[in-house]
């Protein structure tokens, strides 16, 4: 409980957070279809490891930089 009294904010209820997440969900949706019609949108899969996941952002940048 004394926990809970530090962090967050004062409005900060289960159905608040549940509500904002649902609304932050659906408008970070709707930005990546956008950048991913529109063929800008790159990909890259975090769980890969860390230099798996460097080579590919470098490669990403490196393609991007040649267009």
């Known amino acids: 409980e004394i ?3 530090k962090r967050g ?3 900060d209820t289960f159905e ?3 509500e904002r997440r649902e609304i932050q969900d659906r408008d970070r949706e ?3 279809k956008h950048y991913r019609d529109s063929g800008v949108l790159s990909e890259i899969d975090g769980e ?3 230099e798996e ?3 590919a952002i470098m490669h990403e ?3 991007n930089n040649e267009t």
């Open 3 to 5: 926990a809970k009294e």
């Open 9 to 11: 904010r004062a409005d």
């Open 16 to 18: 608040i957070v549940h």
């Open 30 to 32: 709707a930005v990546l």
């Open 48 to 50: 890969k490891s860390i």
């Open 53 to 55: 996941v460097h080579d």
């Open 61 to 63: 940048i490196r393609r």
